[in-house]
């Protein structure tokens, strides 16, 4: 049968990666897709790298708008980044009734709605499996795997760095800022770490899989985001001791008054599957009404896992491109006229519990003042313990696990406590999930 | 749009789940698969039952052939079991040009090469995601999530009878009989259990995803199977002690001399991540050239998990029925004609380590002699230790980790040691895996 050409927008790391497993796996790839997929063009500003990537195999330009009007291109790649000439490619890809297949969570976060819209009129598909998770086939089990559910939350650790990092500060005790140089040393972090660990990258990850789980528009711009940056290791001890691990969490959640879209360091039971995820791996855990909590598991980065979800999703495409465009997977996994537009919550209106670390003097009263202004607030404790002051030392750490209440209520009542003369330190607030 | 219509076979307990999830999610599921997706019959002995679960929503019958024969039906879900009266009403609906839903792993296991032939002729899908692991979309995942990789190889926790007795063994030391009694007692296991805790149901499992995930034709009837029913507390307790937990693995592995398809008790490092999953719950670890190793999680069986991936089977189905069928993604993921039919190996032939625990008279000379013996089967030892006889016994127990060797090395070993004078018991052999 004849091959579908592709043209591959790119050629760094993914587009190294994706043109090199195309390669090696080419006849077992054939033999599932059932006729070749031919990577025919490769358009990159470094024509050097791309002539030693490719190896004279393929065509070269680094005019990637020729690539997009070319006739002769069936598929096309986009793995340059961003979303400034990226978001342009695309548009003009599918102009010229060209699919898609990207790994630009950014670009999809920013512009998702503009780009489905636009391939929906022009009856193309926009693939972007590789954009959350790396090689997990994350997108897929959330648009097809479970679509005989109503999925209530999703929840999952969506940025290796930031995993990375917080692995490192727990196993040897140490301060972010030193495991951020040293994860920049071993390249699990970039120069400018900054959308990794402010949780930005994250979040636009989040945004796309909360629309598709809950039938809503991409809502990245409303997305509540808090990075690790700083997060103390003596939390992650303290979590430890009562029975939790600290990782930051995209959680997406539907309420009956909107939708939860959330990123930030999250306390979970350290008995969850989840909470075990160690490293610059990475998981998402996905609750159905049906199917209850699954979770899915592997790299979320890196030349060749990412490869993996886009190669899938060329299959996918070459599978698809024949049927009529109504029965197609729709891209945001409801029909286009069933999206929603769903409000979502403001943190303020998040209902969860906490855990807070408070400094204090050490005499008597302390902690009757404390409960007392918790109990105003209509805020129960969970648990407690006190770290007595070391030898020389006049001030107590007291640690206090919270029910569940709504984030406004808990930060009033932490302004009262701060305002308190014998707290001697801002009050550290963690949000928890028991991920049930 | 119009609606399909589904005739459903058995209204048993994930018949059952699937009427009433199908039923409750009506309006999103819609949403989703852009037109409704109705049970308009069911057939079932049980009229009674069936009108009871269905409160007069559907027609009824006694008579499941005429469902299969039925012009207004376009997908049948067989929920039926086994694989007598099954395979007949599935090859007659294929015949008749229905799309067919099953969670029927026995028959596909036992008849899927037919089956998949037969549906292939007539231009029909048979899927069958609620075959394998329940409610986790593990199917889909192997076929279409994973398509770039050359597969290397699958490990799943596939049985949720068997894991839940391996871990209340574990967590309260108790024997394998009694904890088989509390599952019964609490409906973790039948009243026969024989196909849970001998292996059968999981060796069904895992030769479907064997086939879908090397191109192989399906080979149940090769695979190595051993249940759990001969494993010992006492032998648990050492693994932890050595830093392993033993679960009963399907394991499925490409080998160049052809593949490895193989259930039995397992010793795996205790901080992977499977090794984690307790209770009822099922997980699967897939090795791919290119993403690694990905996990998936979730409930392998009860009614509404099942019923997630029956409707999620129903959705695709609805999806992909006016597409040409060459298009589809393949019953075994690769192309019919690209069906390969690789070997299956004998045990005799598997390389892997072993867990050794010897019974010996507790004195001078003993380990000479069964290092020796291993030496000259080429087996190197990995890890030792000897626990010392209590006070009033002279019988020591030898606990050893072998480095990686042919079973028939092992077994030959083994056959010398227990002729030893010294040796006082039999010898117990698992199998061990590093899941790398």
Redesign the interface.
Known sequence: MKAMNVGLLGIGTVGG?TFS??K??SE???????RPIEITVVADKNLELARKVTGGACRLTDDAFSVVTDPDVDIVIELIGGYGIARELVLKAIENGKHVVTANKALLAKHGNEIFDAAQKKGVMVAF?AAVAG???II??LR???????IEWIAGIINGTTNFILTEMREKGLPFDVVLKEAQRLGYAEADPTFDVEGIDAAHKLSIMSAIAF?NRVSFDQASVEGITKLEAVDIKYAEQLGYRIKLLGITKRMPEGVELRVHPTLIPSKR?IA??EGAMNAVLAK????????????GAGA??T??????DL??VT??????P?????HL???PD?VVDLPILPLAEVVTSYYLRLRVEDKPGVLADITRILADHQISIDAMFQREPAEGEDQADIIMLTHQTKEKNIDAAIASINALSVVTGKTIRLRMESLL
């Open positions: 990666g497993v195309l090696r796996n077992e790839i054939t033999r599932r897709a059932g499996e090689g997990i086939p897929k089990a097809e795997g479970l679509t005989a559910n109503r039938g599957l075990n995820v159905g009404d049906a199917v209850g909590a699954t979770l899915y598991y592997g790299k060749e896992p490869a993996s979800a886009v190669i899938a299959v996918d599978r698809m491109h024949t049927s009529d109504e029965n197609r997977v729709p996994a409801f029909q069933a």
